[in-house]
């Protein structure tokens, strides 16, 4: 479960890449004014609205961007793309979007729009443009491309395990959807790899926090942790490891326990030394545990001893 707000956290992040974006769209402007570069587009002619192909400079692409023949745009955008020059095809990309909203030709300026920001690196709007590619073109032939390709953009944005986890947790979240939503979809196999790691990543930083815990000798916030820990992830290759560390955290945390506590606490690394032996009889560290539960049942002793 996600404990945030997802819509404003999505929301600030797009704000932020996109005043990026501004800066360095008219620090570009001003790099294309003062270069002399050869570059090569279509142009629209007077005739049969056909294009032919010649080169032009810099200049003559700005006089492009402040044409208003949409159709030369169009044609200019794509073979920019389709040459890998995705900063020029974004510029005319990002104005054909508001001129074909809702017609046909509106479905793939936008997938080309989605991808100039994808190929660009900035995944954040690409993500944010995949995933409204899919909720406006829901009978497309890109539709569940876009769908998993929103995904895919939490999951490259998602940091190392040590950083903040809430991307590779969105990441998650939208791959879950995507396979719920295409469950028969050729992705799947690369989905359920993709979720692999992301978890992987969560489990690590769940157990290194929770290890730390023990380490600095927080033993109630120990006990928490790698109660958790190993709740959400039954399967992990320390589930024996943490179990062992429960019972002596119980311990330990009794040992440095006032008087009142201390019974209680012993009592409880008792109870988490026999509930490991029922569920781990052969585990390598069955010998330490046993003698953490004998030095905490001497413990108990004196609490259970009649008063004179």
């Keep these: 479960m996600l404990y945030f707000n997802q819509k404003t956290y999505l929301c600030t992040r797009f704000m932020q890449k996109k005043i990026i974006y501004i ?21 629209s002619t007077s005739t049969g609205g056909k ?15 402040k044409s208003s023949d949409m159709e030369a745009k169009y044609t200019a955008a794509v073979k920019y793309f389709k040459d890998e020059d995705y900063t020029k095809a974004l510029t005319l990309f ?9 017609t046909e030709k509106g479905e ?15 995944y954040i709007l690409a993500g944010y443009q995949f995933r409204n590619f899919a909720k406006n073109y829901p009978n497309s032939v890109h539709t569940e491309e876009c769908a998993f390709m929103n995904a895919y953009c939490f999951y490259i ?13 969105l990441a998650i979240k939208e791959f879950q959807r995507f396979t719920n939503q295409y469950p028969k979809s050729t992705r799947i196999a690369q989905c359920n790899d993709l979720l692999d790691k992301l978890r992987g990543k969560l489990e690590r ?16 916030a120990a006990i ?3 109660g958790n820990y190993s709740k959400d992830f039954p399967e992990t290759k320390h589930t024996e490891e943490v179990h062992y560390k429960i019972i002596k955290s119980y311990y330990l945390l009794a040992l440095n326990s006032i008087e009142s506590k201390k019974q209680e606490r012993f009592k409880a690394a008792c109870d988490a030394y026999l509930k490991f032996v029922d ?13 953490v539960y004998t030095s905490a049942l001497k413990s108990l002793e004196k609490f259970n001893k009649p008063q004179s």
């Design 157 to 169: 944005n998602s940091p190392e395990y040590s950083l903040d986890q809430i991307d590779t947790k």
């Design 224 to 226: 928490t942790a790698m």
């Design 23 to 43: 800066s360095l769209l008219v620090m570009a402007t001003f790099t294309l004014l003062s270069c002399h570069r050869q570059e090569k587009v279509y142009e």
């Design 279 to 291: 569920t781990f009889p052969k585990s390598t560290y069955l010998k330490e545990a046993e003698t």
């Design 205 to 220: 930083k769940t157990y290194e926090n929770a290890v730390l815990y023990y380490n600095m000798g927080d033993y109630k």
């Design 108 to 122: 793939e300026v936008h997938y080309y729009y989605a991808y100039c920001n994808y190929n660009l690196e900035d």
């Design 94 to 102: 990002e104005e054909l979007m508001s001129v074909y909203r809702g």
């Design 51 to 65: 294009h032919k192909r010649f080169d032009i400079t810099l200049g003559k692409f700005n006089k492009l961007v």
